[in-house]
Structure formats: structure tokens, C-alpha cells
């Protein structure tokens, strides 16, 4: 298998905090200083929520705005993609930093439970969501909570409001949604090569002790793979992750054992069917 892996790293979240490990991001300061290291380890895509001062979750434009460009600045050719989960706002505000033109945003295309509630994603905010996605040409990644969730993707393909191939990613391991279940994991990609075609890409990503579970399932199938503090803070049951790279670096272990190479951003952007970012040409500033 010679196809490369895209890794994407979820640098913060809207929970974890600092009282869970010192090393989750916070501050913007912060988060990029985390993406910089994840970037050099390996990781091509950052999946980015901002944070108020007090670490509460925030859906700020301003936040995203300064997150990006030192991104920008500091991993250049980086894949962006920002949150547009339920957790940092309600109704339109989870979409509100999309006018600044991430490369991505993830889209939630239904509802489902969670481990205290139910995760609301109602078909106007979904299509209001996907339209404002259109119109400035940011690349949903469907969050897949449930198969459910891929069939409706394949319906809003159909109907031209999904940007291109769509690129889902399944969730398994949250508490009351589905399970880690390796006979529904590999119906999963079963039903996207059968709605998107046998190359269509797909990303897994497994929640707290599961993440290396999902990780290895998805290198060896020859999904991409995301990691990172948002979804586990630790490298094991007694230990915390010192950073990010950390579990970045664990994914590229993997990639080694089942004999595919890391995706390069290059790579990832020509497989995911994104433009170059702004200013860069052949890898450097322009």
C-alpha cells in the first residue's frame, strides 16, 4: 500500500481543559505554537476551535481570524479547517468565521446523542451551513456520527450543495453515539466507496482511549487518520500526551508499520481537491 496518509490534528476542542492536561492550547499564542510542532511532526490538516480567555468554548470571527493567519505564517501550505460544532455557539454563530476562508470547516449533517445531550444539527442550519460553505469556498468535511449521516451527504451532493467529492469523516467512541465496532467501521467505507466511488477519501477518529484504536484501523485500511487533544489527552491509561505532536508522532508510527508514507500538505491539498493557499508558490512564499 503506497498511498499517502493524511493526518489531521484536533489541537483543542471545546473541552478539554488545562486541569485535564497542561498541554491542551488555550490561547491563540498557543494553539499555534501546538499546530507548529503537529506541522513538523507530520500533520498536514488542523482542526481548529478558539477559546474564550476564561477556556469556555467561543465561535469569535476574530479569534479564527488571528488563528489562521499564524497559521499562515507559521505552517505554510497547512490545511485549515475550522469548527462549526454545536458546542462553541448556537444557530448561525457556528458558522460565522467562514467569511475569513478556511480551506475547510466541518459540517454535521444530522443530529444524534451525546454523553449529556442531544448534538441538535437541524436540516436549515445544515443547509445554511453548507450554502455559506459554497459560497466562499470552504470544503466541508462530513462529521459521520452515524450511517445515517453519510447517506445524507450523498443526498446533498446530489443536490449540488457540497463543494466537490465530499471527504467524511467517521466519529466512533462517543459516549451514547455509536461505538467503536469494527463490522460498522468497515460498512462505513463500504457505503462511501459505494456512494462516492472506490477512491473517494475518508478520515476516522476515535474519542479518548479509542483514538489509537480508530488511528491503526483507518492507516491499515487506507483511510487518513486524525489524532490529537481535542479527542484523548492521553498516550496511555497512566499517561498524559506532552503535546500534540506527540499523538501526531503515533499516527506516523503507524503509517511506518502498515507501509504508507505521511502525506505532504501538497499531497493532502491535491487529494482533497484544495487550491493552494494564498501566497505560497512550489512551497514558498511567492
Not at 499562515?72 to 462553541?88: A, D, K, N
Not at 450511517?147 to 446533498?156: G, Q, Y
Not at 479527542?231 to 503515533?250: K, M, Y
Request: with cysteine; charged share 25%; hydrophobic share 35%.
Amino acid at each position: 500500500m503506497t498511498n499517502p496518509c493524511i493526518i489531521c490534528v484536533a489541537i483543542t476542542g471545546s473541552l478539554p481543559q488545562k486541569s485535564d492536561n497542561p498541554a491542551v492550547p488555550i490561547t491563540v499564542t498557543e494553539q499555534v505554537e501546538s499546530t507548529h510542532e503537529a506541522f513538523e511532526a507530520g500533520a498536514t490538516i488542523v482542526h481548529a476551535h478558539v477559546r474564550n480567555d476564561d477556556g469556555s468554548p467561543s465561535s469569535d470571527p476574530e479569534k479564527f481570524a488571528r488563528l489562521k493567519e499564524g497559521i499562515e505564517t507559521h505552517c505554510p501550505g497547512m490545511i485549515i479547517q475550522f469548527s462549526t460544532g454545536g458546542r462553541s455557539g448556537a444557530g448561525q454563530t457556528r458558522g460565522a468565521m467562514l467569511s475569513l476562508r478556511p480551506d475547510m470547516a466541518s459540517l454535521s449533517v444530522g443530529s444524534n446523542n451525546f454523553p449529556t445531550r442531544v448534538y441538535e444539527n437541524p436540516p436549515d442550519l445544515v443547509n445554511w451551513l453548507a450554502e455559506e460553505m459554497r459560497q466562499y469556498e470552504v470544503k466541508p468535511e462530513i462529521e459521520a456520527f452515524d450511517l445515517s449521516h453519510i447517506l445524507k451527504a450523498k443526498d446533498m451532493s446530489d443536490q449540488g450543495q457540497l463543494l466537490g467529492t465530499p471527504y467524511v469523516q467517521f466519529v466512533m467512541g462517543v459516549k451514547n453515539a455509536m461505538p467503536v465496532d469494527r463490522d460498522v467501521f468497515d460498512y462505513y467505507i463500504h457505503t462511501v466507496k459505494r456512494l462516492f466511488g472506490p477512491d473517494a477519501p475518508w478520515c476516522a477518529a476515535g474519542i479518548g482511549r479509542h483514538q489509537v484504536t480508530l488511528n491503526d484501523w483507518a492507516v491499515a485500511a487506507g483511510g487518513h487518520a486524525r489524532t490529537g487533544l481535542e479527542d484523548n489527552v492521553r498516550l496511555d491509561r497512566d499517561t498524559l500526551a506532552p503535546s500534540n505532536a506527540a499523538l501526531v508522532r503515533r499516527v506516523v508510527e503507524f503509517c511506518e508499520r502498515h507501509a504508507r508514507p505521511v502525506a505532504t500538505w501538497r499531497e493532502a491539498r491535491q487529494m482533497l481537491g484544495l487550491r493552494a493557499q494564498h501566497g505560497l508558490k512550489d512551497g514558498k512564499a511567492a
